[in-house]
């Protein structure tokens, strides 16, 4: 069957590898594989490993970041020439926080053929598996590993969502869903965060060994997540780490129905500690209402009861 195919036309290849189980690679990434002058991989030996697997014989080369620039203007002096190259990064879709971005650009400047051969990507997995929203999403790629981008990150974020949050309803959009790609020695601190600028209710995912014989995913509010992650001895694996959209609705908002203000500032201080004015700034920030604003109306709430 394989003979029957014309063989290739000249141009880059951007061929998404597995991100786990080596069975997650298509057919026609296999044959472009199989078929192209080289293999640009951002780890030789990495690609080696599924290259023996599917006993694929063709020439390697490093494309790394630390080479990315010049290599670039070598492969793209083979590729203005006519010249048929795949691209691959360690694991999933290249580009996609990972290295050949430039590549592209440059191939694109120069007028060489781009062929995208999908697959493999940690951050639509997770995302289509998350159980939030999933037709509306911005992915974020790596969370900053610095505490205090991070939370000025998240921050700006919580907010934009909190304000945007009418408009969704009147476009008949939903509230997209964050998605990051998180490293496992940072993903208490990450979940704190998280939970500090979004607060304990916000539904949250993380999606850890995607495609792997310990494949797990862990739904909740964002202080269950944290507080099932801090408990453990040791953590391990990938993970993608997903934030539904302020006021989502759908399944995960009917599940949990829509609190009073009072209700949230009671839930804050009991779980996070809080103290009430705390607790009152950062419900009102969630919401996009100004301070007073929601101290009225958490003042008639307890008027009334
Ligand atoms: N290009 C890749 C893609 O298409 O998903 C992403 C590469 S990025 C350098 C690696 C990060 O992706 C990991 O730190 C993790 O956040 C996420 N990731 C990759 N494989 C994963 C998996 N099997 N399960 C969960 N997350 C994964």
Known sequence: M???????????YLVATPIGNLEDITLRA??????????????TRQTQK?????GIQTRTVSYHLHNEAPR????????????RIALVSDAGTPCIADPGAALVQAAVAAGVAVYPIPGANAALSALTASGLN???????GFLPSKQGSRRTLL???ALEGATKEGGHGETGTHPPTLVFYETPHRIVEALADVELAFGAQRRIVVARELTKLHEEFVRGAASEVRQDFA???VIRGEMVLLIEGAGAAGASAAAAPAQ???????ALMRESGMSEMDALKRVAKERGMGKSEAYREFQRERNKV
Request: net charge negative; aromatic share 6%.
């Open 2 to 12: 394989e003979n029957s195919q014309p063989p290739l036309a000249p141009g880059l």
């Open 72 to 83: 670039a203007e070598e492969l793209l002096a083979d590729l203005r020439q006519g010249g």
């Open 30 to 43: 296999l044959r472009v594989l199989r078929s192209v002058d080289r293999i640009a991989c951002e780890d």
């Open 260 to 266: 009073t203000i009072g209700q949230q500032v009671a």
């Open 50 to 54: 599924l290259l023996n697997h599917y």
């Open 231 to 233: 408990q453990r001895p």
């Open 155 to 157: 921050e700006r974020l």
């Open 134 to 140: 999933a037709e509306t999403f911005v992915f974020y």
